[in-house]
């Protein structure tokens, strides 16, 4: 079974700071992989999706297949980036529309 | 364009009873998965439902069972209910089934209880 590790539970960082959120999983067929969010009170919702190769609301997430790692990264963290972040690799290694979520990272911004 | 829906919002059940989640998919989308979101941890995937069928199942018990009906809503039936079955159920709806991997929305959940 897919295994998904986002090592730090909290991450606290100042306004202005980069913001860094690792994330590597045990593998993937797919090209496929995401970073959903969850603001307070939110829903979890996308963020990012690898193969659109987009940046949203300033971040990017850089996968290594060598590492198998697919870190989610902003280079000037805002107050609004406070949330719970999640990344979800295919839950099989052919995809089949479906997720395997890991532990998630608590971000929070300090003014 | 309605969102995701899930009923109720919140229920408290005791050890041995029985349970039925439902969710209603957002408008034009075929496929529903569930996950189950234990306190502090990710969301772990159920099943999923691709036009009414069993489209594939995580590492979850057969008293956890579920419906997909012709408007794609979908029910979670979970039998015998345990202490560790306490968790936040989520809905999530998509369009498509096998292959690629397309964008999920995500129901508000549904908070259970087992006493």
């Known amino acids: 079974a897919q295994r998904v590790t986002q090592p730090e539970k909290l991450l606290s960082v100042f306004k202005g700071a980069p913001v860094e959120l690792k994330c590597n999983y045990s593998?993937?067929?797919?090209?496929?992989l995401f970073w959903y969010v969850q603001y307070s009170r939110q829903r979890l919702q996308l963020l990012l999706r690898?193969?659109s190769r987009e940046s949203i609301k300033g971040f990017t997430a850089d996968l290594n297949k060598g590492e198998t790692s697919f870190h989610l990264k902003k280079p000037f963290a805002q107050e609004e980036d406070s949330a719970m972040y999640y990344c979800?690799?295919?839950?099989?290694?052919?995809?089949?529309?479906?997720?395997?979520f890991g532990k998630g990272n608590q971000v929070v911004v300090i003014p | 364009e309605t969102g995701v829906t899930q009923s109720p919002t919140h229920l408290i059940k005791t050890r041995g009873q029985q349970v039925t989640l439902r969710c209603s998919s957002q408008s034009g989308h075929n496929t529903v998965s569930w996950y189950q979101q234990a306190l502090g941890q990710g969301p772990q995937f159920i099943f999923q439902y691709y036009r009414e069928e069993e489209n594939g199942r995580g590492n979850f018990p057969p008293r956890f069972s579920g419906l997909q009906f012709p408007n794609y809503s979908s029910e979670l039936n979970v039998n015998a209910l345990e202490l560790d079955d306490s968790a936040l159920y989520l809905c999530a709806s998509s369009l498509g089934s096998s292959g690629a991997i397309n964008e999920q929305f995500f129901g508000p959940g549904t908070r259970l209880t087992v006493l």
């Open positions: 979800a690799p295919p839950y099989s290694y052919y995809g089949n529309n479906r997720l395997a």
């Open positions: 690898h193969i």
């Open positions: 593998y993937s067929g797919s090209p496929e």
